[in-house]
């Protein structure tokens, strides 16, 4: 009888949790039930597993709307009508169509044994029904069958009893996704926008008591239930399975392709090589994966013949054959890389290939995969965004109609806003009390469907056996189910992810080519790793800019350890992890690094297991380790246990049992528990957030591009850098690092800045991209009429020329791009303003004039001119000054100390003038707030801060701008930071200041 259940992914409409709604089936006896979400499917295969473990028949379907108008719902008589339920939803969602109000005679259904189709009593139904064609009747309806011809469609009669909440305080929460939903006040919301009460959930007794008029109304039912059979066997691979035409042309392709690699990569004789690709490839055909490692193997040739840059990293880095296919570079014999990670026996999905491509080049990589393997075989893998405590807060407010100030008070700012609590301390009345209340409750609740940030599905039966399509944004089909859910079903994710690193690369090697007529292969990555300006490079720490070591914390890290190697330079990139500097482990294996003598392993085992690593687990392959030859856990568990501390299953129920095993293990082997409890204590530290090896080889490999890059060829990779926008840091931070490598940057100008910042010898033009207020096109037009035309005579010539508007042109004259003409800004602000209109322009533009004519001449008074115009000019269209900021500051510089001697008042109290580029929150073992700053001084030469928790809370930073901090210099490991104590915003000086203190700058510090 439950024919019409909804959860949650309802989206913003249903109230139950999938398991709630299992649950209370179960909890009623009921023995079979229906699953029909509004327009979505996300959750079908976890019902469809839930039901199954508590013996009740699982139904799939789907509620169609046209907006928020009931159509039909549709059931899938077997898996094939599942199938034809997601086509026909994913045709409609993608195209953006309404939906047919009679789908009987849609050709997705010509089928009558795969579908049923419900209509509502209370809406449209045909008049002849087919052989899979229902009319379906709530309680609230059965009235509605006096007037209704019952003998004639006796044998279509069903019960349609919505199922949506379970009871009148979810039905309120229902009323208030309602309102959010449709962006209106919880008082505005119309009965036409929210269901009715009648969708609380009703008991069987409840249900036949109301039809008991009508038993065949309730013997149809059962009927419609007992023909509905849907059999998937979940958790067996469903990826595509072939690459070539069979399994054997697929391993005999696998292996002549990898022995041919293993030649290029090592030459034809090194045994160690060949034995271990020999034993890969076995074990990748045992267990089924050849299809996948070629089809992977197919993108990378796609990329490659493309020109594309691209990083293969994942656990499928650990492989051999991945090496030799040239699926990444990195070699697992030099690095030692742990087998067992990669591939074991005990294995149930395939590796982890996750492929980093430009975001210039994904899009057009997914393209090719799509129309490679096909759109009923490929999707992008969904994902489900949750209401968070930010997101409730001011929804609800505004469905309860606060003002916004009100809602301010009540968010929470900052990194933390996903942590915070709905305390009902908070509120200040009873309407905030509420909006606390049901917050509460409606937390976790997903709120809509996105995309994976990389993954893609390709199987190898038709994608609609398992889900629906959508089409986000981004302009690919979606699939509406999650990570989580594919790999339920056992379709296994390749990831093809976008990275700006990868842009720069690229873009450095273009603008060296043409700058300088050199040719740079990017692939000699030995070559770099020995080269010693790079060595020097990341020994300074001069590394912005470059791949995963140019935040701050990486950057510490690097100074601390001295690193000026490749190998170093792999476990920092997994040292960095939060796990590992939040558990003490870091500031250990630091302290082991430089003293090796220094310290005694825990217990024996962990020496031969952790030798390389000081004894601390820095890699997934040492968990993996740990757990299997000091715990006695099997390679199986151990992969279960990777996975559980990789995000890879929901909720923590996978670790907590896997941590009895490893307890009860130890134990029985006789371990100390202070020992066994340490262990664990490392093995946590990386839930939810841990590298395999091979993935750090891999962004250190890509790390050794950018350095080999910014070592030798530093002004153009700078300025690939800014083209690509940036990495960890704002352009601004990037623009005054050129400058510090020698370039002359000069503000937009009409005859050289192209729509991207462009470099000639070594005169950086600044983009037109930067300026907000000019539109692409107008900026594209005047790049092609200078093309055409030559370079712009006077700003009469170019107005003439490029019909620019009013705002673009002032804009472009407000930065001085038309310095050549060698007036002042303010004289052709004068001129543009008298200029004849953009309209009259554009005419003479398409009739232009037989004859040039002279530019019509102003005589003006004497305009003042100030020396911070400029950078007030470029503060307010750019959002950054161009050159040193410091001029700005209103203050005296020389009172501060610069960073390059903060080395001499080591332990002293000092005052130093910083200007604000970065701030990292993070939160004491206590709870309390504290943050590392990142400042860099007059000189540009970098300044790290520490303001703990009563010092924060006194002095918090302000936002961008200048601070004065007074605080004691502090070292550890060689890094040197502030200790602030007291913090000062300074403020700016006018913009008719008649001078500009220019700063002594002194060398950089690193």
Same mark, same amino acid.
């Given at each position: 009888?439950?024919?019409?259940?909804?959860?949650?992914?309802?989206?913003?409409?249903?109230?139950?949790?999938?398991?709630?709604?299992?649950?209370?089936?179960?909890?009623?006896?009921?023995?079979?039930?229906?699953?029909?979400?509004?327009?979505?499917?996300?959750?079908?295969?976890?019902?469809?597993?839930?039901?199954?473990?508590?013996?009740?028949?699982?139904?799939?379907?789907?509620?169609?709307?046209?907006?928020?108008?009931?159509?039909?719902?549709?059931?899938?008589?077997?898996?094939?009508?599942?199938?034809?339920?997601?086509?026909?939803?994913?045709?409609?969602?993608?195209?953006?169509?309404?939906?047919?109000?009679?789908?009987?005679?849609?050709?997705?259904?010509?089928?009558?044994?795969?579908?049923?189709?419900?209509?509502?009593?209370?809406?449209?139904?045909?008049?002849?029904?087919?052989?899979?064609?229902?009319?379906?009747?709530?309680?609230?309806?059965?009235?509605?069958?006096?007037?209704?011809?019952?003998?004639?469609?006796?044998?279509?009669?069903?019960?349609?009893?919505?199922?949506?909440?379970?009871?009148?305080?979810?039905?309120?929460?229902?009323?208030?996704?309602?309102?959010?939903?449709?962006?209106?006040?919880?008082?505005?919301?119309?009965?036409?926008?929210?269901?009715?009460?009648?969708?609380?959930?009703?008991?069987?007794?409840?249900?036949?008591?109301?039809?008991?008029?009508?038993?065949?109304?309730?013997?149809?039912?059962?009927?419609?239930?007992?023909?509905?059979?849907?059999?998937?066997?979940?958790?067996?691979?469903?990826?595509?399975?072939?690459?070539?035409?069979?399994?054997?042309?697929?391993?005999?392709?696998?292996?002549?392709?990898?022995?041919?690699?293993?030649?290029?990569?090592?030459?034809?004789?090194?045994?160690?090589?060949?034995?271990?690709?020999?034993?890969?490839?076995?074990?990748?055909?045992?267990?089924?994966?050849?299809?996948?490692?070629?089809?992977?193997?197919?993108?990378?040739?796609?990329?490659?013949?493309?020109?594309?840059?691209?990083?293969?990293?994942?656990?499928?880095?650990?492989?051999?054959?991945?090496?030799?296919?040239?699926?990444?570079?990195?070699?697992?014999?030099?690095?030692?890389?742990?087998?067992?990670?990669?591939?074991?026996?005990?294995?149930?999905?395939?590796?982890?290939?996750?492929?980093?491509?430009?975001?210039?080049?994904?899009?057009?990589?997914?393209?090719?995969?799509?129309?490679?393997?096909?759109?009923?075989?490929?999707?992008?893998?969904?994902?489900?965004?949750?209401?968070?405590?930010?997101?409730?807060?001011?929804?609800?407010?505004?469905?309860?109609?606060?003002?916004?100030?009100?809602?301010?008070?009540?968010?929470?700012?900052?990194?933390?806003?996903?942590?915070?609590?709905?305390?009902?301390?908070?509120?200040?009345?009873?309407?905030?009390?509420?909006?606390?209340?049901?917050?509460?409750?409606?937390?976790?609740?997903?709120?809509?469907?996105?995309?994976?940030?990389?993954?893609?599905?390709?199987?190898?039966?038709?994608?609609?056996?398992?889900?629906?399509?959508?089409?986000?944004?981004?302009?690919?089909?979606?699939?509406?189910?999650?990570?989580?859910?594919?790999?339920?079903?056992?379709?296994?994710?390749?990831?093809?992810?976008?990275?700006?690193?990868?842009?720069?690369?690229?873009?450095?090697?273009?603008?060296?080519?043409?700058?300088?007529?050199?040719?740079?292969?990017?692939?000699?990555?030995?070559?770099?790793?020995?080269?010693?300006?790079?060595?020097?490079?990341?020994?300074?720490?001069?590394?912005?800019?470059?791949?995963?070591?140019?935040?701050?914390?990486?950057?510490?890290?690097?100074?601390?350890?001295?690193?000026?190697?490749?190998?170093?330079?792999?476990?920092?990139?997994?040292?960095?992890?939060?796990?590992?500097?939040?558990?003490?482990?870091?500031?250990?294996?630091?302290?082991?690094?430089?003293?090796?003598?220094?310290?005694?392993?825990?217990?024996?085992?962990?020496?031969?297991?952790?030798?390389?690593?000081?004894?601390?687990?820095?890699?997934?392959?040492?968990?993996?380790?740990?757990?299997?030859?000091?715990?006695?856990?099997?390679?199986?568990?151990?992969?279960?246990?990777?996975?559980?501390?990789?995000?890879?299953?929901?909720?923590?129920?996978?670790?907590?049992?896997?941590?009895?095993?490893?307890?009860?293990?130890?134990?029985?082997?006789?371990?100390?528990?202070?020992?066994? *409890? =340490?262990?664990?204590?490392?093995?946590?530290?990386? &839930? !939810? #957030?841990?590298? @395999?090896? /091979?993935?750090?080889?891999?962004?250190?490999?890509?790390?050794?591009?950018?350095?080999?890059?910014?070592?030798?060829?530093?002004?153009?990779?700078?300025?690939?850098?800014?083209?690509?926008?940036?990495?960890?840091?704002?352009?601004?931070?990037?623009?005054?690092?050129?400058?510090?490598?020698?370039?002359?940057?000069?503000?937009?100008?009409?005859?050289?800045?192209?729509?991207?910042?462009?470099?000639?010898?070594?005169?950086?033009?600044?983009?037109?991209?930067?300026?907000?207020?000019?539109?692409?096109?107008? *900026? =594209?037009?005047?790049?092609?009429?200078?093309?055409? &035309? !030559? #370079?712009?005579? @006077?700003? /009469?010539?170019?107005?003439?020329?490029?019909?620019?508007?009013?705002?673009?042109?002032?804009?472009?004259?407000?930065?001085?791009?038309?310095?050549?003409?060698?007036?002042?800004?303010?004289?052709?602000?004068?001129?543009?303003?008298?200029?004849?209109?953009?309209?009259?322009?554009?005419?003479?533009?398409?009739?232009?004039?037989?004859?040039?004519?002279?530019?019509?001449?102003?005589?003006?008074?004497?305009?003042?001119?100030?020396?911070?115009?400029?950078?007030?000019?470029?503060?307010?269209?750019?959002?950054?000054?161009?050159?040193?900021?410091?001029?700005?500051?209103?203050?005296?510089?020389?009172?501060?100390?610069?960073?390059?001697?903060?080395?001499?008042?080591?332990?002293?109290?000092?005052?130093?003038?910083?200007?604000?580029?970065?701030?990292?929150?993070?939160?004491?073992?206590?709870?309390?707030?504290?943050?590392?700053?990142?400042?860099?001084?007059?000189?540009?030469?970098?300044?790290?801060?520490?303001?703990?928790?009563?010092?924060?809370?006194?002095?918090?930073?302000?936002?961008?701008?200048?601070?004065?901090?007074?605080?004691?210099?502090?070292?550890?490991?060689?890094?040197?930071?502030?200790?602030?104590?007291?913090?000062?915003?300074?403020?700016?000086?006018?913009?008719?200041?008649?001078?500009?203190?220019?700063?002594?700058?002194?060398?950089?510090?690193?």
């Amino acid at each position: 009888m439950y024919l019409n259940c909804k959860t949650y992914f309802s989206l913003r409409y249903g109230t139950f949790s999938t398991q709630e709604l299992v649950d209370l089936a179960e909890k009623n006896g009921i023995e079979s039930l229906a699953l029909t979400n509004i327009n979505n499917v996300s959750d079908a295969w976890d019902f469809y597993n839930l039901c199954l473990k508590k013996n009740i028949k699982p139904i799939l379907g789907v509620e169609i709307r046209n907006k928020d108008r009931f159509c039909y719902v549709l059931l899938a008589l077997n898996i094939n009508g599942f199938e034809q339920i997601n086509q026909f939803l994913s045709f409609h969602l993608q195209e953006e169509r309404a939906f047919p109000e009679h789908p009987g005679v849609d050709t997705f259904f010509s089928n009558p044994d795969n579908v049923a189709i419900i209509y509502s009593i209370a809406s449209f139904y045909p008049e002849k029904l087919a052989n899979h064609e229902w009319i379906g009747i709530r309680m609230d309806q059965i009235t509605k069958l006096f007037s209704f011809s019952v003998t004639r469609y006796r044998h279509k009669l069903i019960v349609l009893q919505p199922v949506s909440f379970l009871n009148k305080r979810f039905f309120n929460a229902h009323r208030l996704l309602r309102a959010i939903d449709n962006n209106v006040l919880l008082s505005r919301l119309t009965p036409e926008l929210q269901a009715g009460e009648i969708e609380i959930f009703q008991s069987p007794e409840k249900i036949l008591k109301a039809f008991a008029q009508y038993p065949f109304i309730i013997t149809n039912t059962y009927r419609l239930m007992e023909a509905s059979s849907i059999e998937m066997e979940l958790h067996t691979d469903k990826n595509k399975k072939t690459f070539s035409s069979t399994p054997e042309d697929d391993r005999m392709l696998l292996e002549k392709l990898a022995m041919d690699g293993c030649v290029l990569r090592y030459g034809r004789r090194n045994k160690t090589a060949f034995d271990r690709v020999k034993k890969e490839l076995a074990i990748i055909n045992q267990l089924g994966f050849n299809s996948y490692f070629l089809i992977t193997w197919d993108i990378i040739r796609y990329a490659q013949n493309r020109g594309y840059f691209y990083v293969g990293r994942g656990s499928g880095a650990n492989s051999i054959v991945a090496f030799c296919l040239q699926i990444t570079d990195v070699n697992p014999i030099e690095l030692d890389l742990y087998f067992e990670r990669f591939l074991n026996p005990h294995r149930t999905s395939p590796p982890d290939f996750d492929i980093d491509f430009s975001w210039l080049d994904r899009d057009d990589v997914i393209d090719y995969i799509f129309k490679r393997y096909g759109k009923k075989q490929v999707a992008l893998l969904g994902m489900v965004t949750t209401f968070q405590y930010n997101a409730l807060i001011r929804e609800l407010g505004k469905v309860f109609g606060l003002p916004k100030g009100e809602i301010d008070q009540l968010a929470t700012k900052g990194y933390f806003s996903r942590s915070s609590g709905f305390d009902p301390k908070k509120a200040e009345d009873k309407i905030q009390q509420l909006i606390l209340q049901y917050g509460q409750l409606l937390k976790n609740f997903p709120n809509h469907l996105s995309i994976h940030p990389g993954g893609m599905l390709i199987s190898e039966a038709s994608i609609f056996q398992y889900t629906g399509v959508f089409m986000p944004p981004k302009g690919f089909p979606t699939a509406q189910i999650d990570m989580f859910v594919a790999e339920q079903i056992g379709l296994y994710k390749l990831d093809i992810l976008s990275q700006r690193g990868l842009g720069h690369i690229k873009e450095a090697i273009r603008i060296v080519r043409e700058n300088k007529n050199i040719s740079i292969n990017i692939h000699e990555i030995e070559k770099f790793k020995k080269d010693p300006g790079v060595r020097n490079q990341i020994r300074s720490v001069q590394t912005i800019g470059c791949f995963y070591i140019e935040s701050p914390a990486m950057r510490q890290l690097l100074k601390k350890l001295e690193c000026d190697d490749y190998l170093t330079l792999v476990a920092a990139s997994s040292i960095i992890r939060p796990g590992v500097a939040s558990s003490g482990m870091m500031k250990a294996y630091i302290e082991r690094y430089h003293k090796p003598d220094s310290f005694e392993y825990i217990h024996p085992i962990m020496k031969e297991l952790l030798e390389e690593t000081y004894g601390i687990m820095v890699y997934q392959e040492d968990v993996i380790k740990v757990a299997h030859h000091f715990a006695g856990i099997d390679m199986g568990e151990a992969d279960i246990l990777r996975r559980a501390m990789s995000g890879k299953y929901r909720g923590n129920q996978e670790m907590i049992r896997i941590k009895e095993n490893f307890f009860s293990n130890c134990m029985e082997r006789g371990y100390d528990p202070a020992v066994i *409890a =340490e262990v664990w204590r490392q093995i946590e530290s990386f &839930g !939810g #957030y841990s590298f @395999s090896k /091979a993935h750090s080889a891999s962004f250190a490999v890509e790390s050794y591009q950018s350095l080999y890059l910014k070592t030798y060829y530093p002004q153009e990779f700078m300025v690939a850098v800014i083209n690509n926008f940036g990495g960890f840091y704002s352009r601004e931070l990037y623009f005054y690092e050129l400058s510090k490598t020698g370039a002359t940057i000069h503000a937009p100008c009409i005859n050289n800045s192209d729509w991207y910042t462009c470099i000639k010898g070594q005169d950086v033009y600044t983009g037109f991209i930067h300026i907000k207020s000019l539109e692409q096109k107008a *900026a =594209e037009h005047l790049i092609e009429e200078r093309k055409r &035309g !030559g #370079y712009y005579k @006077s700003l /009469a010539d170019l107005v003439e020329r490029s019909a620019i508007g009013k705002e673009s042109l002032n804009c472009l004259i407000r930065l001085n791009a038309f310095r050549f003409t060698g007036k002042s800004k303010k004289e052709l602000l004068w001129e543009a303003n008298l200029w004849q209109e953009p309209a009259k322009s554009k005419e003479k533009l398409f009739h232009p004039a037989l004859f040039e004519e002279a530019p019509v001449s102003f005589q003006l008074p004497e305009l003042p001119a100030y020396p911070l115009e400029d950078l007030y000019d470029e503060m307010e269209l750019l959002d950054f000054p161009l050159s040193n900021p410091f001029p700005l500051a209103d203050t005296d510089l020389d009172q501060y100390i610069p960073a390059a001697l903060l080395e001499q008042y080591k332990g002293k109290k000092i005052t130093v003038l910083g200007y604000l580029i970065t701030y990292k929150p993070v939160r004491t073992i206590k709870g309390d707030l504290m943050c590392f700053g990142t400042f860099i001084d007059a000189s540009l030469n970098w300044l790290d801060t520490i303001h703990f928790p009563d010092s924060l809370q006194r002095y918090p930073l302000q936002g961008n701008g200048f601070y004065a901090l007074t605080g004691i210099v502090v070292e550890d490991f060689g890094v040197l930071n502030l200790e602030v104590s007291y913090l000062q915003k300074i403020g700016l000086k006018p913009r008719n200041s008649p001078q500009a203190a220019q700063p002594h700058l002194l060398p950089p510090t690193g």
